[in-house]
């Protein structure tokens, strides 16, 4: 009977007759191992407490094999054990392809709809105004503030449906798309066809090391090689959460160029007319701030323009960030024949941004949206929904919100604390800490 429950329901069946133990077994002394993770981590193995104590632990553990842990470093010195799921590895190729996702989704779901996409347009566009003339009628010192946030995330707004524009799920239309993400783009200091381009090359790279063109990692040796003030600025908030306009000018480290040149790296020949067009866009918008800044008085466009611009500026680097960062998870970066564009768009996360969501036009759900940009954005949540059971668990189940994502402060610090370079060898690799960074700069506070 003992057989039958064992073999039938526990997995396990006795052992024959014939088998026997050895009287003292040679088991290994009470010492801590440490074994080299994935993510440049030991992994500890420990025989604490004695060989009679392991054997009666393996007697209590036959069904259920140990799970390897990770010990990391925490800031007092002491060190914490955190243990790796042993059923699901995110850096392993996953067991399905790009069109098994792709059949997955409706076929209405890739429909464009120009008039729908035109209609979010004009509502963000008349809040904007809206806002605007409101705040400079009222001018109470009370109120600005709640201005400069609700207008901060309008532009914000303005700048999802302009990025739209560029991956072409706006309209079928390319000229419609120019257009419109020509006048949406600029009227936020955004070069459209610069960032348009480097925007492609970040989807086309996602999750590669080297070539990814946005918040990517740095390898160790280029990390190092970083100055101390700008490694502390690069992941102290609230810097990087300003770092859009210095990107757009100069783009990350070990990267050269400018969104505004023509003759940048960024661009092939072909595309050089392009980017001089977005660039004299961009200085048209500049010199109507000027002339706007003339007529109503340095301090009025302040609060009116450039307070909501670095309100929305932090919105794109917070959003954006929070896509490739932050999961509870590591979770891989690729390179060489480890990486493929599946498996880096997979690294992607979606993110709850509650109230927000509709405002900013669900643009936190980003997994679908980096696999196949060319589905519209109203389109999106159907689609995700669509995709989960074949991504099963590749796909990450975003925390819920409240109404405004406080929760996501966070998570942002933890990751701005603990996600700081990559090994320079691999080609799957996870995030790494750099304690001395980290220490310094609570010494600093």
């Known amino acids: 009977m003992a057989a039958i429950v064992l073999s039938e329901y526990c997995g396990v069946r006795p052992l024959s007759a014939a088998v026997s133990f050895r009287s003292n077994p040679r088991l290994p002394s009470p010492v801590q191992r440490r074994i080299p993770s994935a993510a440049g981590r030991p992994i500890l193995i420990s025989a604490a407490g004695g060989a009679g104590r392991l054997m009666r632990e393996w007697t209590l553990r036959v069904s259920a094999p140990a799970r390897p842990v990770v010990v990391e470093q925490r800031e007092d010195g002491e060190e914490a054990v955190r243990e790796i799921r042993a059923d699901f590895d995110p850096g392993t190729p996953p067991p ?10 409706p076929k209405h779901c890739w429909v464009k709809d120009s008039w729908r996409s035109m209609s979010y347009v004009v509502r963000d566009v008349a809040v904007v105004l809206g806002l605007a003339a409101a705040a400079a009628c009222i001018d109470s010192w009370v109120l600005w503030p709640l201005y400069w946030a609700a207008q901060g995330t309008m532009f914000w707004a303005l700048f999802v449906l302009g990025h739209d524009c560029g991956h072409g799920s706006f309209s079928h239309n390319p000229k419609l798309n120019s257009v419109v993400g020509h ?60 770092a859009f306009p210095l990107y757009l000018w100069g783009r990350s480290p070990g990267k050269n160029g400018s969104h505004f040149n023509p003759k940048s790296d960024l661009f092939l020949p072909c595309e050089r007319k392009d980017a001089l067009t977005s660039t004299a866009c961009w200085m048209a918008m500049a010199a109507i701030l000027a002339g706007l800044t003339w007529v109503t008085g340095p301090l009025q466009m302040f609060k009116l323009y450039a307070v909501p611009y670095f309100i929305f500026v932090v919105w794109l680097d917070f959003v954006t960030y929070l896509h490739h960062h932050g999961h509870e998870d590591k979770l891989p970066w690729y390179r060489g ?24 036009h669900d643009i936190g759900t980003h997994v679908i949206h980096h696999l196949f940009p060319q589905i519209p954005h109203y389109h999106l949540i159907e689609a995700t929904e669509a995709a989960k059971p074949v991504l099963g668990k590749y796909y990450r189940q975003p925390e819920k919100s409240g109404p405004l994502p406080f929760h996501l402060f966070g998570v942002l610090a933890r ?7 990559v090994s320079d060898s691999g080609e799957v690799v996870y995030y790494q800490k750099d304690s001395e960074l980290d220490s310094s700069t609570h010494k600093s506070v």
Do not use: C
């Open 96 to 105: 399905f392809g790009l069109a098994e996702i792709r059949a997955a989704i």
């Open 183 to 242: 006048l949406l783009h600029s009227s936020i200091l955004v070069p459209y066809h610069g960032w348009r381009i480097s925007h492609r090359t970040h989807h086309q790279n996602h999750g590669h090391v080297e070539n990814d063109e946005s918040w990517h990692p740095l390898p160790e040796k280029l990390y190092r090689s970083l100055d101390s003030v700008t490694r502390k600025l690069r992941f102290t908030f609230p810097f990087p959460m300003l």
């Open 337 to 360: 024949k480890e990486w493929s564009y599946l498996r880096g768009g997979l690294t992607t996360l979606d993110r709850d941004y509650g109230w927000i969501n509709n405002l900013h």
């Open 415 to 421: 990751s701005l604390g603990d996600d700081h370079y």
